[in-house]
């Protein structure tokens, strides 16, 4: 019974039988349309822990698949698209949690915009700050209990905007960039931006909270000079360094443009 119920998360069939009714209504067919189970996918090497997380949120309505390792995980999210989570160890035996989490972000498909749930048996503090600086949704550590990632599944998919949805204004508290008429403001104030400036912001924009060197940034906003050179990829920081002074209320302690050492810039999600 409880394989079969499972099963019947497409299409259920009620069939109604009334004695009273006339004979070509006798058997009156009612076909109600159930809404496909979320499908979450788990990456931690803990199997133990993995089965009863399984265990439990199947029977909330969700599908899980399991990965004991980043390579797994990553390899399903490419050739298995449709997850609508990631539950993502920090701790794998063959890759570090953030790394995986950056990786995920820096795709330039749907899967980049999949929530990433970290779960860590870490204590440091500094794992949960850079964890989400590097786009995760939410973090939970371990051990946990039961109801409250099953709590935290379900709001981040809340906050996940609905499929299709329109994303031609992208607000992020006083600024807005209109796509449509490739325009910004600050404050309902206009910025004066060129043309690559603005490319620049929206390739941000659209991945906030994801680090983006600069290469991937001359990927999605090449200009017209981009020929792979040295001299291009520094100028990708004065043409930051140049947003920032339209954007910012401080260039010298940014908020929206962060710069990470070593790895690029990351568009803050939250902001003033």
Same mark, same amino acid.
């Given at each position: 019974?409880?394989?079969?119920?499972?099963?019947?998360?497409?299409?259920?069939?009620?069939?109604?039988?009334?004695? $009273? @009714?006339?004979?070509?209504?006798?058997? +009156?067919?009612?076909? *109600?349309?159930?809404? &496909?189970?979320? !499908? /979450? #996918?788990?990456?931690?090497?803990?199997?133990?822990?993995?089965?009863?997380?399984?265990?439990?949120?199947?029977?909330?309505?969700?599908?899980?698949?399991?990965?004991?390792?980043?390579?797994?995980?990553?390899?399903?999210?490419?050739?298995?698209?449709?997850?609508?989570?990631?539950?993502?160890?920090?701790?794998?035996?063959?890759?570090?949690?953030?790394?995986?989490?950056?990786?995920?972000?820096?795709?330039? $498909? @749907?899967?980049?915009?999949?929530?990433? +749930?970290?779960?860590? *048996?870490?204590?440091? &503090?500094?794992? !949960? /700050? #850079?964890?989400?600086?590097?786009?995760?949704?939410?973090?939970?550590?371990?051990?946990?209990?039961?109801?409250?990632?099953?709590?935290?599944?379900?709001?981040?998919?809340?906050?996940?905007?609905?499929?299709?949805?329109?994303?031609?204004?992208?607000?992020?508290?006083?600024?807005?960039?209109?796509?449509?008429?490739?325009?910004?403001?600050?404050?309902?104030?206009?910025?004066?931006?060129?043309?690559?400036?603005?490319?620049?912001?929206?390739?941000?924009?659209?991945?906030?909270?994801?680090?983006?060197?600069?290469?991937?940034?001359?990927?999605?906003?090449?200009?017209?000079?981009?020929?792979?050179?040295?001299?291009?990829?520094?100028?990708?920081?004065?043409?930051?360094?140049?947003?920032?002074?339209?954007?910012?209320?401080?260039?010298?302690?940014?908020?929206?443009?962060?710069?990470?050492?070593?790895?690029?810039?990351?568009?803050?999600?939250?902001?003033?």
């Amino acid at each position: 019974m409880r394989a079969t119920s499972s099963r019947a998360r497409s299409v259920a069939q009620l069939v109604l039988r009334t004695g $009273d @009714a006339p004979r070509s209504q006798t058997n +009156l067919r009612v076909v *109600a349309t159930v809404a &496909p189970m979320p !499908r /979450v #996918l788990m990456i931690d090497d803990d199997a133990r822990l993995a089965a009863m997380v399984r265990d439990y949120l199947a029977p909330g309505g969700f599908e899980v698949t399991l990965a004991g390792d980043a390579a797994q995980g990553l390899a399903l999210l490419a050739v298995a698209p449709g997850f609508e989570l990631v539950i993502l160890d920090l701790m794998l035996p063959d890759a570090d949690g953030l790394d995986v989490c950056r990786r995920i972000r820096a795709r330039t $498909d @749907a899967v980049a915009h999949v929530p990433v +749930l970290m779960l860590t *048996a870490r204590g440091d &503090p500094v794992d !949960r /700050v #850079l964890g989400l600086e590097l786009g995760a949704d939410d973090y939970l550590p371990k051990p946990f209990e039961p109801r409250e990632l099953l709590a935290r599944v379900r709001a981040v998919l809340r906050r996940r905007p609905p499929a299709g949805a329109a994303l031609d204004v992208l607000r992020f508290g006083r600024l807005v960039i209109d796509r449509d008429a490739r325009a910004v403001s600050l404050d309902e104030a206009a910025l004066a931006l060129t043309s690559h400036q603005y490319e620049l912001l929206v390739a941000l924009a659209e991945r906030a909270g994801r680090v983006l060197s600069r290469e991937q940034l001359m990927d999605l906003a090449p200009g017209q000079s981009s020929n792979g050179d040295g001299a291009y990829d520094r100028s990708i920081d004065v043409h930051i360094a140049r947003i920032r002074a339209a954007i910012e209320d401080d260039v010298r302690r940014p908020k929206r443009i962060i710069t990470v050492r070593g790895a690029g810039y990351v568009f803050a999600r939250q902001q003033d």
